[in-house]
């Protein structure tokens, strides 16, 4: 693919854009265009990665171009039934048969175990989970994308995307004692809410940064997804080097700093000195009031965990807070190690043992309750947790109630059975804050880390399907007319754990999309999927900030599977605007945000002659027409010419498929 790249920002340069620039291989570093960059390293996930191994296969790829690309089993550990051993034994064939690291299940969390073993300071990383921005800690460009742009990266084809806004966030002073990482991204969701890093790089530059340990920078870089941020990137300086050298990899460090007098597009300030313990209410990540506010509210469940508290020294300070005490006796106190490496360091200082006396259930590592697979909490009781969502029914409990929060408010409110501030928990019990002496170099433990085969190897490899593994779905070009009925309308925020839900009852079908199917939209209209393949063709109208959170691009594709053509929204999430278009659902957005309120639900809805509108030199703005009210609407897409002529030929892999017939 012949591409140009220009180089358009002169004078010091942020660390995004020496990153950025360093990787453009098409467009122009010009806020809001659509650039494309090279891409050096990839990551999958088991929910995400059967479908990205079956698009490789549908690329025709012989082996990946990347080095390296990893894939992770971290999410479906349940195996409750045969489905998920069926994932992991076809996720072992496909990357031994295309060439990647294969991570086994249990063996960690995709994010914090990249870090360890393969997160190198000044290259690029997009993976098929919207947290994959954590590795920003490391100095690296780390975005989530859908899991066809992995495989299109894994194929040698660069990534694209709009180039974002640089967000240059200064960081001021030190942390208090009981206050930690996660209260610093709690405080810009606090301030700015889930929309507040749309179109947007995070980069944190500073003073404060030098009180920061690489683990703490990817607490917060982790979270900068649920800002809706393209990506969160830190310098590579002194506390990168100790992590690196930490892990046995010192010679993988490469230091990289912004320019001084370089200038950012946005700035903000926040003086660390000044924050207190913070909580995110339920169900929204962007609900966050001080711990203080709430403290006193009853808790059924604690847990410790997730790609936003992964480090040893999170569970260490838990750990330390409960050794010789006992959590309440009506707490769930669960403890989901981020890494088998991270769980041997823990035991190795002896605090996996004062957990246990605590009371403490000790689970393997992995994702575990974050995506909803087990751990879902008792109906009508609050779930603390140390993780990065709290969006309604993620947990796997429909009606569930779930608070985010540190280490240290989890811990000092398992032991108080309630909600409770851990700067008072401390004055009553008098307890100093608790600083881990952690050990100076890691355990390195690559048992269940399994390298890629040689290619003289590899090809002979077969993929072991399943009878759960469907095939990939053929689909058909977008129609000359959109028209249909508006099957659901919704409000703002819809995440696509409410599109394609997560839980242990959904996820084991993440392989068998017709029967995930099922699950479409269940959370909002139990009746989606029946009525949807009644009525065939249809359309969708939402509000702002549609199809947050999570990179399934499931969230996408059972949708069209069932018959969805467009949806019309007042915005679009980054991720999922750009999944839609991979899959040939056309995406677009009201001119005049209040249209949405004219637009009833099973009203019927024409766009007429749209393959004319979205042409080369057509006008991004199109008409929609109202025929139950007689009324019109003018909408607007944001596609690309490559977009473009993905959504006209029913997705990117019918686009090529034509393109090389």
Known sequence: MAVSAVRETTGPLTVAHRLIAAHLVGGRMAVGEEIALRVDQTLAQDATGTLVMQELEALGLD???????????DHNLLQT????????????????????????????????????????????????????????????????TGGLDVA??????????????????????????????????????????????????????GPGLAGLTAMDRHVIANMGAELGATASVFPADDAVRAFLRAEGREDDYLPLAADPGCRYDLTEDIDLAALEPLVAKPSSPGNVVPVREVAGTPVGQVVIGSSANPGLRDFAVAAAMVKGRQTSPEVSFDINPTSREILQDLTRMGATFDLIAAGARIHQAGCLGCI?????????????????????????????AVWLCSPETAAASALAGRLTDPRVWASRAGVEAPHPDLPEHAAVNTAALEPPLPPEESASVRLVRGPNISALPELDALPRDVDGPVLLKVGDDVSTDEISPAGAKALPYRSNLPRLADFTLTRIARDYPERARRSGPHLIVAGENYGQGSSREHAAITPRLLGLRAVIAKSFARIHWQNLANFGVLALEFADPADYDRIDQGDRLRVGDVRAALADDAEP????????????????????????????????????????A
């Open 152 to 205: 299109l990266a894994m194929a040698g084809e660069p990534l694209h995307l709009r180039m974002p806004t640089i967000w240059g966030i200064r960081l001021e002073g030190e942390l208090p004692d009981w206050v930690s990482a996660k209260d610093v991204i709690l405080e810009l969701l606090r301030r700015h809410g889930v929309t507040g890093g749309v179109g947007r790089i995070l980069e944190y530059h």
């Open 81 to 144: 039934d045969e489905r998920n051993a069926e994932d992991h034994t076809f996720l072992r064939s496909a990357a031994r048969h295309f060439g990647l690291w294969y991570s086994k299940p249990g063996n960690g969390v995709s994010h914090p175990t990249h870090m360890q073993r393969f997160g190198v300071p000044g290259r690029t990383l997009i993976g098929s989970d919207s947290h994959t921005c954590a590795a920003g800690a490391l100095g690296m460009l780390a975005i989530g």
């Open 63 to 73: 082996r990946v171009r990347t080095e390296p690309s990893v894939q992770y089993v």
């Open 621 to 660: 703005f199109l008409t929609v027409h109202n025929a139950t009210k007689g009324e019109d609407y003018r909408v607007a897409h944001r596609l690309s010419k490559r977009q473009r002529d993905a959504v006209l030929a029913g997705g990117v892999i019918p686009a090529l498929a034509a393109a090389r």
């Open 372 to 400: 909803g697979m087990g751990q879902a909490p008792a109906v009508g009781q609050n779930s603390l947790r140390t993780f990065p969502r709290n969006f309604p029914g993620r947990s796997g409990t429909a009606d569930d």
